[in-house]
C-alpha cells in the first residue's frame, strides 16, 4: 500500500552496529506496528503503538527498541545487531475508529546482518 | 500460538474456486475471522472478514460454519495472481485502548495453475 511507506528497502549490515528503520503513513491512522517475517513463517509482532509515544511490546521485543514521535511515523531501532535479526521487517497502520480495524502493511525491509 | 490451523499448501486451476479452509476450534463468542494475503515478500493485504454471517465483497466470499469452528475462503474465480500466502487470523475486534494481537500463522501457500 502505497500510504505506508518503509525506508530502507534493502539493508546490509554488520553484527554489532546500530540500525534503524523508518516507517511513514499518509493514511491518518492512529495505530501503527512492527513486525518480522523468518523465510516459511508467519509474522510476528515487535512492537505496537496506539498513538503518539504511546509504546508496547510484542511477542519478539528483545534485542529492539522504537519511537513514535509523530503520528505518523514510527520508527524501529536495532542497537546492537546480530545475524538472528536477518529477516525481512514489516511495518503496518490501523484506525482504532473502524470497526473491523484491517492493518495496512508497507512494502517492508529487507535487512541482512553479517 | 496461532487459533487457527490451515493446510501448508493447494493448488488451484486458473479460472476454477479456489477453497481455502481453516479450523479455529477454539473461537471464542467474541472473536472475529479475519482472511489475509501475502503476494510473494511483499506486505500482507486484507481480504475479508466475518463474526458469524457468510460474507462476500469484491475479492472473496468467507461461509463461516453455524458452530463458527471452521470456516472457508472462496476466491471464485481464481487467477495468476491470487498466486499467494493465505493466512486465516481469528482476533478480538479491537476495543478503544485494547488490542487483540494479530497472529500470523504460516498460512496457505495457494498456486494458480495454468
Same mark, same amino acid.
Given at each position: $500500500? ?8 534493502? @539493508? ?13 503513513? *499518509?493514511?491518518?491512522? $492512529? @495505530? ?18 496506539? $498513538? ?40 503496518? *497502520? ?21 | 500460538? +496461532? ?6 499448501? %493447494? ?7 479456489a477453497n481455502l479452509p481453516c479450523n479455529h476450534s477454539t473461537i471464542s463468542g #467474541? ?8 503476494? =510473494? ?7 475479508? =472478514?466475518? &463474526?458469524? #454471517? #457468510?460474507?462476500? #465483497?469484491? %475479492?472473496?466470499? &468467507?461461509?463461516?460454519t453455524e458452530d463458527r469452528k471452521s470456516s472457508t475462503l472462496i476466491l471464485p =474465480?481464481?487467477? &495468476?495472481?491470487?498466486? +499467494? ?24 501457500? &495457494?498456486?494458480?495453475?495454468?
Amino acid at each position: $500500500d502505497a500510504d505506508v511507506t518503509q525506508t530502507p528497502r534493502n @539493508r546490509i549490515t554488520k553484527t554489532g552496529k546500530r540500525i534503524m528503520l523508518e516507517c511513514s503513513q *499518509t493514511k491518518g491512522h $492512529d @495505530r501503527m506496528y512492527w513486525y518480522r517475517q523468518d523465510p516459511g513463517l508467519g509474522l510476528r509482532l515487535i512492537y505496537y503503538s496506539f $498513538d503518539v509515544k504511546d509504546i508496547n511490546k510484542g511477542e519478539i521485543s528483545d534485542g529492539y527498541s522504537v519511537s513514535r514521535q509523530a503520528q505518523a511515523k514510527f520508527s524501529l531501532s536495532l542497537e546492537s545487531a546480530i545475524p538472528n535479526q536477518t529477516a525481512l521487517y514489516f511495518c503496518a *497502520t490501523s484506525d482504532s475508529k473502524e470497526l473491523q480495524e484491517t492493518q495496512y502493511f508497507g512494502p517492508g525491509t529487507r535487512l541482512l546482518v553479517l | 500460538d +496461532a487459533k487457527t490451523t490451515q493446510p501448508p499448501s %493447494m493448488d488451484c486451476a486458473e479460472g476454477r474456486a479456489a477453497n481455502l479452509p481453516c479450523n479455529h476450534s477454539t473461537i471464542s463468542g #467474541n472473536e472475529y475471522v479475519y482472511w489475509y494475503r501475502q503476494i =510473494h515478500s511483499q506486505g500482507p493485504q486484507y481480504i475479508i =472478514h466475518g &463474526l458469524k #454471517n #457468510n460474507e462476500t #465483497n469484491e %475479492m472473496a466470499s &468467507l461461509i463461516i460454519t453455524e458452530d463458527r469452528k471452521s470456516s472457508t475462503l472462496i476466491l471464485p =474465480h481464481a487467477t &495468476l495472481r491470487d498466486t +499467494a500466502v493465505y493466512y486465516c487470523i481469528v482476533r478480538v475486534a479491537p476495543g478503544v485502548r485494547s488490542y487483540d494481537k494479530v497472529i500470523f500463522g504460516p498460512g496457505t501457500s &495457494l498456486s494458480v495453475i495454468p
